[in-house]
């Protein structure tokens, strides 16, 4: 019985990853090709491709993100954000997306950081992300604070606290392995080959 559990175990651990990396990669990729895809189908009938509602997504992303650096269509961009940036509500969901938007992929990067925080009155020590160096435009109180974010283990969700800058200390990590450190509950420590 013994060999039985142990060997199921060993199928378990090999296998389980595999497969839900491979669904989660096809359920992406369907949803990714039907954003386009499934206006193009009825147009192509037996001649649609999986996968060409991806590569005209990308492609129209791509003409957009040229364009916005074209004097009449960027000025268009502006005024449309703009327009977005006055609507009650729709602003601060718009808000929200653009600035998560812009911490990834704009010029400023967040999440290039790796933080240890020490908790107050304690030894322990948590890792974060600074997100923000300057959050006194935010409350004038916050001079000497920075904006840190610190995931929780298993699941893709954290909190943001705002730490005394003398209580932060930067790690010399890659934002990746942090995150999978974190995420991970410290269980991937070790760099794999």
Same mark, same amino acid.
């Given at each position: ?89 729709? /602003?601060?969901?718009?808000? !929200?997306?653009?600035?998560?938007? %812009? *911490? @990834?992929?704009?010029?400023? &990067?967040?999440?290039?950081? $790796? ?9 322990? /020590?948590?890792?974060?992300? !600074?997100?923000?160096?300057?959050? %006194? *435009? @935010?409350?004038?109180?916050? &001079?000497?604070?920075?904006? $840190? ?32 450190? $974190? ?11």
């Amino acid at each position: 019985m013994k060999f039985l559990l142990r060997n199921f175990a060993k199928g378990l651990l090999s296998i389980v990853p595999i497969i839900l990396v491979i669904y989660i990669i096809v359920k992406v990729f369907n949803f990714l090709d039907s954003i386009l895809g499934n206006a193009l189908k009825p147009y192509m009938k037996e001649d649609y491709i999986p996968g060409i509602g991806i590569l005209i997504t990308l492609a129209l992303i791509t003409l957009f993100g040229w364009l916005s650096t074209k004097f009449l269509t960027g000025k268009l961009i502006v005024l449309m954000d703009r327009l977005l940036e006055r609507i009650p509500l729709v /602003k601060t969901l718009y808000s !929200v997306i653009k600035d998560t938007f %812009e *911490s @990834f992929l704009g010029e400023k &990067k967040s999440f290039s950081k $790796v933080a240890l925080v020490t908790m107050p009155n304690s030894e322990m /020590k948590v890792i974060g992300f !600074v997100t923000s160096e300057e959050v %006194e *435009s @935010f409350n004038s109180k916050l &001079k000497d604070h920075i904006a $840190v974010y610190i995931p929780q283990t298993f699941q893709v969700a954290g909190f943001t606290f705002l730490i005394h800058k003398n209580d932060v200390q930067f790690l010399d990590v890659q934002p990746e392995d942090a995150m999978k450190f $974190v995420l991970s509950g410290g269980v991937a420590t070790s760099k794999r080959k």
